[in-house]
């Protein structure tokens, strides 16, 4: 198990790279240059110059792209021009936020997803099942801020049973029981879509897996019925869930930026968005970074999970 | 097409959602024609109006602007967007798809790496970025959404080109003399095509949706003009107190997307051939029974079947797997049950304990009867309290038929607690004694190994231990040998008839080889189309076969040494058992057939020897 993790850590090195080069050709295509969008379109050609030389843009590509890279592995993301402080900083100060919001929707998706599509393909055909199908298509279908405004509408402004927006009380808050109350909705919001994307493939690898020769063996066996679906039947489709789970992380985290939006939550998603309007270049740039960098991070994870589910995949 | 068609509509969500995409995409069309209000003329004494309200059938939004008409607008917006998104990206990562699964070799290599990593992002981070570099626009945002569609499309179309390049055609287009250019439009394109129509068809309305996103937060159309997505963005400072300007655009990108997905998914169903023959459906925990009336006991055993029915229901068509079969099996009594495949004979063994796939399995008839009492229809919990305790079965093939992910000391474990109340640890000892009565070496160790990590014979000793677990009656063997090769097949059967004389069992051996019978068992029945069509005592049978195709089964067998016999395949095939000719099933590949064998029912004549045929071969 350690040299599966090993080999697998030594493989997201050079997709990681790929990241980076992806990342920089890309911001490298924004027409006009940097030093005129920080220095305003009344700088002088002196004072363009200079800041370019300051910045390392009068460099070639290749150079700057290895220069940019150095400075990042040592944790010089660069400065945020609109902010006025090193990128790293924001980043990881709105990446909690973001990292609490995303990782309970990603919890709430991968349990109520599995939970229903096995419970739609146990009953395939029956009223559960045609019930979970239609919920899971209107799931998939609602854009999630549209979701998440009709939640505030309905349970913050109704209702009263949860704030409107925001991740604490301004007064008096700030513990655990007030961070549930605010996380409530955006979290579900946040989740909806993921977690029909879930069930549609868990019930589909559960009814792949129930008509395996291995259940008709566990039944004749005299397992319980229970044991048999929960148990031999799920175990073996979790090995082609795992990797959905894993894409849907992916999903989750970027997705958050709606979320982020419609509840005023402080994460890195609406960083992203105002430092786009803004054309805050640089945080652009380590924001994607590292968000894509913990989401090769989260694979990893998935594949090591999937490794310890399939003893089949160690050799 | 008209099946397509057909079947689409018979998917009632997926005609529903065709109906609805059908109206919007027609109300879209029409905008223009339409009486409404100029989408974009502001009036500001008329700001929020409620929906309903004179001459503003949605009401107004923030600038008195008249909702019906925006919406209708900008649903137009949305859709073109959503489809010129999907458009693009099908046709770029088809075009990738195809270049890099039709060359294959180093272009395929380089390509996937790229499409690789741009999958390594999240998704959304990836348009956000795209629309970073190109700036906040509508068109900016379609292409920033198409982009990141790319590698999905480029991914399942190398994969089904893959699957075409090596196909003969395209080798004989390529020895034609024809260029590669033109191998790929006339051979290869064609037949990627309706790969491409379904990938869109799924994926269309997560476009609409992820171009709504980027809009509605700012990224995407910019003011005046609105899709669904920036309609939304702009009513959201007003959610609390004009709750409707989110409620209208909101509705409408979830009906969009909502119709886009059901349709999609019909043409998916529609098109997919395992859906139309029902091979999807799910086994039950025990097969269904409808039957009508039970029949009376013909006689003693321990195990009674008696005129057994077995069906398999697909549509409206009905295949007789087993057709009022009787059998009956005495304590410590080895019956061969034998004949070619889809003769259902393995479908007779597993009616025994309701283990038939169901659906498509029907029992319609007949009883089991275990020590006198009937099986057939039995609660869930009866039967299953018997499988594995009274009645054990041993599949054919073990790597199928044992858990890939559980080792196979817990499999044993599991087999003994499901009706045992022991603690694991004495469990535990007993899996490893069981291991050692099927003579698997080293059994402490290998009570920890997987099933792949065993070889055939191996693991098809662990599955006999686990029909043993339990000290059972009646062992069900559905050709437990027959996945095997011959050496390690003459050991299975050593222990199996060993394991019988020690512990007094009673086995049902299903085969197709009579030799392993002639081996094994006492008595053997011949089963043919569904019926038993001879039994009586092994050595009778073997020696004197009154069936003729029980005679033509004999000579299947080589003979070791002696060579008096000459080896011969039945000619023909076995019957199609959801259309049986009337009288004899084998009449039509029997050289002795007469026109009364084609005729009514055929008996099943005789005292301990019993043949179902007009002109046996001797007398029974």
């Given amino acids: 198990m350690g040299g599966y993790i090993l080999k697998r850590l030594l493989s997201a090195i050079p997709v990681l790279l790929g990241i980076t080069v992806i990342v920089f050709l890309i911001m490298a295509m924004i027409p006009g240059d940097p030093a005129t969008a920080i220095l305003g379109s009344y700088a002088t050609p002196e004072n363009v110059a200079r800041l370019n030389r300051f910045l390392g843009l009068d460099e070639p590509l290749w150079r700057q792209y290895f220069i940019w890279l150095g400075n990042m592995l040592q944790g010089d993301f660069g400065r945020s021009f609109a902010l006025n402080r090193p990128v790293l900083d924001e980043i990881l100060d709105r990446f909690s936020a973001t990292l609490i919001l995303a990782g309970t929707a990603f919890v709430l998706c991968a349990l109520l997803g599995v939970i229903a599509g096995t419970i739609s393909a146990a009953r395939q055909y029956g009223f559960a099942d045609k019930a979970i199908t239609f919920v899971v298509i209107l799931g998939i279908s609602v854009p999630s801020f549209f979701l998440g405004m009709m939640m505030i509408l309905i349970f913050a402004v109704q209702l009263r049973w949860f704030p409107v927006s925001g991740m604490y009380s301004i007064w008096g808050g700030g513990d655990l029981p007030d961070l549930i109350r605010h996380l409530t909705m955006p979290a579900i919001a946040l989740s909806v879509v993921a977690t029909g994307v879930v069930a549609r493939l868990s019930r589909g690898a559960m009814l792949e897996v129930l008509r395996q020769d291995f259940i008709r063996t566990a039944r004749a066996k005299g397992v319980h019925e229970r044991r048999v679906i929960w148990g031999h039947a799920l175990r073996a489709a979790m090995v082609s869930i795992i990797p959905v789970l894993g894409i849907q992380a992916g999903f989750v985290l970027s997705g958050a930026v709606y979320i982020e939006m419609v509840f005023q939550w402080p994460g890195v998603g609406r960083m992203l968005v105002d430092a786009i309007l803004k054309r805050d270049i640089l945080l652009v740039q380590g924001g994607v970074v590292f968000i894509a960098a913990c989401y090769v991070g989260f694979n990893i994870v998935v594949d090591v999970a999937q490794a310890w589910l399939d003893p089949r995949i160690k050799t | ?620």
């Fill in chain 2, 1 to 620: 097409m008209s099946l397509f068609l057909k079947l689409l509509f018979r998917n009632r969500l997926a005609g529903f959602g065709a109906v609805v995409l059908g109206v919007i995409v027609l109300l879209a069309l029409l905008t223009p024609i339409l009486p409404l209000h100029p989408p974009n003329e502001t009036n500001t004494a008329n700001r929020y109006l409620r929906p309903l309200s004179d001459g503003h059938l949605l009401g107004t939004d923030h600038l008195g602007r008249d909702l019906l008409s925006r919406l209708l607008w900008g649903t137009r917006l949305s859709l073109a967007v959503g489809f010129a998104a999907a458009l693009i990206a099908g046709l770029a990562g088809a075009a990738i798809g195809v270049i890099a699964g039709y060359f294959g070799g180093r272009t395929d290599n380089v390509t996937m790496r790229g499409i690789d990593m741009l999958m390594a992002f999240p998704y959304i981070l990836l348009a956000l970025a795209i629309v970073a570099v190109l700036g906040p626009g509508l068109l900016n945002a379609l292409i920033a959404v198409a982009v990141v569609n790319i590698p999905f499309f480029a991914r399942n179309i190398r994969g089904v080109t893959v699957g075409i390049a090596h196909r003969e055609f395209i080798d004989a287009a390529r020895l034609a003399g024809m260029g590669h250019t033109r191998i790929l439009l006339t051979e290869v394109v064609p037949n990627i095509v309706p790969v491409v129509v379904i990938a869109m068809s799924t994926t269309i309305g997560w476009m609409i949706l992820e171009t709504a996103g980027l809009s509605f937060l700012g990224l995407g159309s910019q003011p005046p003009q609105a899709d669904l997505g920036s309609m939304l963005g702009e009513a959201r400072s007003a959610l609390i107190t004009a709750p409707h300007t989110s409620i209208v655009p909101g509705v409408m990108i979830l009906l969009i997307v909502m119709s886009v997905n059901l349709l999609g998914d019909g043409i998916r169903d529609a098109l997919d051939p395992r859906l139309r023959s029902g091979a999807l459906a799910r086994p039950m925990a025990a097969t269904r029974v409808e039957r009508r009336e039970v029949p009376a006991a013909q006689g003693e055993g321990f195990l009674r079947i008696d005129a057994l029915e077995t069906q398999f229901q697909v549509g409206r068509r009905i295949y007789k797997a087993v057709n009022k079969v009787s059998l009956d099996l005495q304590p410590g009594e080895c019956l061969g049950l034998i004949g070619e495949s889809g003769s259902g004979k393995s479908v007779t063994a597993l009616s025994v304990m309701g283990l038939v796939a169901s659906p498509p399995g029907v029992i319609t008839g007949g009883a089991v009867r275990l020590e006198g009492k009937d099986l057939i229809g039995a609660p869930y919990e009866l039967l299953r309290s018997l499988r594995g305790r009274k009645v054990a079965y041993i599949f054919q093939d073990p790597l199928s038929t044992l858990h890939p992910l559980y080792r196979i000391g817990d499999q044993l474990i599991e087999a003994i607690r499901v009706h045992e109340p022991v603690s694991h640890g004495e469990a535990h000892k007993r899996a490893v004694k069981l291991l050692e009565d099927v003579r698997i070496p080293n059994a402490a160790a290998r009570v920890r190994a997987y099933p792949h990590e065993l070889s055939g014979g191996m693991r098809q000793r662990v599955g006999i231990a686990m029909a043993l677990a339990n000290d059972p009656d009646i062992i069900i063997a559905d050709e437990p040998t027959t996945a095997l090769d011959v050496t390690v097949q003459a050991q299975i059967l050593a222990l199996l008839d060993e394991l019988r004389q020690r512990r007094g069992l009673a086995i049902l051996f299903i085969t197709h080889d009579f030799g392993v019978v002639g081996q094994l068992c006492d008595r053997v029945a011949v089963m043919y189309g569904g019926r038993i069509v001879e039994t009586g005592p092994t050595q009778d049978v073997l020696e004197g076969p009154a069936h003729p195709y029980t005679k033509r089964l004999i000579a299947c067998v080589p003979e070791l040494g002696g060579g008096r016999r000459i080896l011969a395949a039945i000619p023909g095939l076995p019957p199609a058992v959801d259309q049986l000719p009337e009288g004899c099933a084998f009449a039509p590949r029997c050289d002795k057939a007469q026109d009364a064998c084609r005729r009514g029912e055929i008996e099943l004549k005789g005292e301990t020897r019993k043949v179902r045929c007009l002109y046996p071969e001797v007398a029974p």
